[in-house]
Structures are given as structure tokens and as C-alpha cells.
């Protein structure tokens, strides 16, 4: 925590400290350290309070919250048509498109003489 103070540095902060609260600074440093010491066990508390209800299986204490309802089946396939029944006409196969004509390539355009 004081880690990157040196020497110097505390020395400075304990005589300002001294300066200012004089004869109590036992008293307040006492109160700090008190204060500092009920924060942790309030943390720690709430820490197993909350393990506790995660993973409580205990009766009558909460527990993880219960699964949602299955969502339903999808409804049956429809079933396939009796087998006496007459089988359906042929669909004819579609026509060929017409034959285009074939056109004639365009002639080629004039071209120019390259002279060296």
C-alpha cells in the first residue's frame, strides 16, 4: 500500500499527522483501523451471504431460480396419403426455349496502317 513512498515522504505525512491531531493521533489512528476492520467483515458478509444463496440447496432458503417450462413439441407431420389412392398425372416436362438465329459476326472496322 505505501510501497512507492519513501523515507522522506512518511517522515512528512507523520509530522503534518503530528501537527495536526497532536496528543489524540493514537486515538484516531485507533478509530481508522477499527473503521477499516468492520468494512472487511461487512464485505466478507455480504461475500457468504451471497455464496450462500447461490449455492444453497438447504429448504427454505432461496435457491437458483427454477428452469423455464419446456417449450412444446412442433406438431406431428401430417401422415402420407393411402397407398390405393391413384397416383397423380405425369407433369410434362417443360418445352426447350426456341433456337435463336445465329447472327453474323460484325465485319471488322478499318484499320490503320502502322508505319515505321
Request: glycine share 10%.
Amino acid at each position: 500500500m505505501f510501497g512507492n513512498l519513501g523515507t522522506t515522504e512518511m517522515l512528512v505525512i507523520f509530522v503534518v499527522a503530528l501537527l495536526l491531531f497532536g496528543k489524540r493521533l493514537p486515538e484516531v489512528g485507533r478509530s481508522l483501523g477499527k473503521a477499516f476492520g468492520e468494512f472487511k467483515r461487512g464485505l466478507r458478509g455480504i461475500e457468504d451471504e451471497l455464496k450462500g444463496e447461490i449455492f444453497s440447496d438447504a429448504p427454505g432458503r432461496p435457491g437458483p431460480a427454477a428452469p423455464p417450462s419446456p417449450v412444446p413439441p412442433f406438431p406431428p407431420f401430417p401422415a402420407p396419403p393411402p397407398a390405393t389412392a391413384k397416383p397423380a398425372a405425369p407433369v410434362p416436362a417443360p418445352a426447350p426455349p426456341p433456337a435463336t438465329p445465329a447472327t453474323p459476326a460484325a465485319p471488322p472496322g478499318p484499320r490503320e496502317e502502322v508505319r515505321s
